[in-house]
């Protein structure tokens, strides 16, 4: 139950910003996997990750079209910018590529427990149950990022503190644009 002058979260900008962060991780998977291919050991892991974030981004196109919420009109930028990342971190290696994953998904996870908190009411379980399982992913991509080696990329703290900050400014955005 919500008490007088309790905010209620914004729905469409919940959804706007997990589609635009569902469809930045597939990118960034995708750029990753067209530069190590199969060669890589983290590539098999990578692929089982995209695979996941693929199922995060169907589920949010849909929640999208039935609530009638519009995407980011951010999305060219995102379709850019998180393909560069993935190709990016991987000629750097698979460890770097790791490193990217750990620190996005660090971020996403805190980002989708603000929002389960958001949700405490119970008013939407639908988008309750979606996001809470969703971050149970994330936070498996994180550890799984974490055994293959990402904090020991080169520059671990401060590569790690940019991208995670990044996605803030880029959460921030998308709710907004």
């Known amino acids: 139950m919500r008490l007088a002058g309790d905010r209620v979260p914004d729905r469409a900008a919940m959804l706007r910003v997990d589609h635009a962060g569902e469809y930045g991780a597939a990118r960034i998977y995708a750029g990753q ?5 199969n060669r890589a050991p983290a590539a098999a892991e990578i692929e089982r990750m995209a695979k996941g ?3 995060h981004l169907r ?4 929640l999208l079209i039935e609530r009638r919420v519009r995407p980011t009109l951010l999305m060219p930028l995102w379709h850019v910018a998180g393909y560069a990342l993935g190709v990016a971190s991987a000629f750097a290696g698979p460890k770097v590529a790791m490193a990217v994953t750990a620190a996005v998904e660090t971020e996403i996870d805190a980002h989708y427990q603000a929002q389960r908190a958001a949700l405490a009411a119970g008013d939407d379980p639908v988008l309750e149950a979606t996001i809470a399982d969703f971050q149970a992913d994330e936070v498996e991509h994180r550890e799984t990022a974490v055994a293959h080696g990402a904090e020991e990329a080169p520059a671990w703290p401060l590569m790690s503190a940019l991208v995670r900050a990044g996605c803030r400014a880029a959460i921030r955005t998308a709710e907004r644009v």
């Open 59 to 62: 589920a949010f196109d849909r």
């Open 53 to 55: 974030e693929e199922r």
């Open 33 to 37: 996997l067209a530069v190590m291919g």
